[in-house]
């Protein structure tokens, strides 16, 4: 467990110093937009976003297991959310209801998982489709306008502006990082979901209901892709049917650059949180040094590639 902890600091060290490498290129590479305050706010603006659900999908790759339907719950609980609102007007319903499409979504995941056995990858896929169906027959191609959401209470602690200069969400993403941290590593049940993803027949020896664990961490994986989607919803105050779906490859490139271990076992909030912000500002960075768009998803891919290849070696070493 020693070795463990310190193989994690050395990673999330390393991670620390490549955030700091490529802000410092795109400083020297473009100083009049990395030296002003703009960029970075634009940054807190919507990072958030698909960091709250990286922070969210680090335990379920912790587990080994993986969730691809993650950006469809999205768009099925926020279009829920906006039916809702449109009919009741009451914001507060419209939250609760969205927070409970999104659990039951994880929770049909779990199913397929934990009780029918179809691995979570190939079960994942299904969902993926199925709930974005939902979506598109639901909404027959028509959005949803939520201006008169705007300037509500809840408004405004989601998305609101903290002193008019401050987004909200970035605080929600501070805030949950903490508290996703003090689960994984000062938490019973972070242990728990640590030593599945280390050894699922050992950690039913040990007395963990695996099956609980897994259950438990695909239903706040949804619980906290329609959160994602309430906020970034209120952001625009719009609800388009094609919500969330270029929030998938971001979402799994920031758990996997933050150093979670796509085997399993292991997983770094902190990581997540700082994979969160490179992926988050690669794009504005990448255009605002002088390339050109057509190198974003070159870049992207290339980091990915090299930070699990790096923690692949690693797990060698251990062997």
Not at 58 to 86: H, N, Q, R, W, Y
Not at 187 to 212: A, W
Not at 249 to 269: E, K, R
């Amino acid at each position: 467990m020693k070795t463990a902890g310190i193989r994690q600091a050395r990673l999330e060290i390393s991670i620390t110093a490549v955030l700091a490498g490529v802000y410092l290129l795109f400083i020297i590479g473009n100083p009049k937009v990395f030296t002003r305050f703009d960029i970075y706010y634009s940054f807190m603006s919507t990072i958030p976003f698909f960091g709250i659900m990286a922070l969210a999908m680090t335990l379920v790759v912790t587990l080994g297991e993986m969730d691809l339907s993650f950006p469809s719950v999205l768009a099925l609980s926020t279009l829920i959310f906006g039916k809702i609102f449109i009919a009741t007007g009451n914001l507060w319903l419209a939250m609760v209801v969205c927070f409970m499409v999104g659990i039951a979504a994880g929770a049909i995941n779990a199913f397929l998982i934990v009780r029918v056995g179809i691995p979570s990858l190939v079960a994942t896929i299904g969902t993926m489709f199925f709930f974005r169906g939902m979506v598109n027959v639901i909404a027959q191609g028509k959005g949803i306008p939520l201006v008169k959401a705007k300037g509500t209470f809840l408004y405004s602690i989601c998305v609101g502006r903290i002193g008019g200069v401050i987004p909200a969400q970035a605080i929600w993403m501070l805030v949950l990082g903490l508290a996703f941290w003090l689960l994984l590593n000062r938490h019973k049940f972070g242990s728990h979901i640590l030593f599945v993803g280390d050894n699922k027949e050992s950690s039913r020896m040990m007395g963990i209901n695996v099956e609980r664990v897994k259950t438990i961490v695909f239903m706040q994986m949804g619980f906290f892709a329609a959160f994602a989607g309430i906020l970034s919803t209120f952001e625009v105050t719009y609800f388009w049917p094609s919500q969330g779906q270029g929030y998938l490859l971001t979402t799994l490139a920031a758990v996997f650059i933050g150093g979670t271990s796509v085997f399993g076992g292991m997983g770094t909030i902190f990581g997540t949180f700082v994979g969160a912000i490179i992926i988050g500002s690669l794009e504005a960075g990448i255009i605002a040094i002088g390339l050109t768009g057509f190198w974003i998803q070159l870049i992207y891919g290339l980091i990915i590639m090299v930070s699990v290849s790096i923690y692949a070696m690693l797990l060698k070493k251990r062997g």
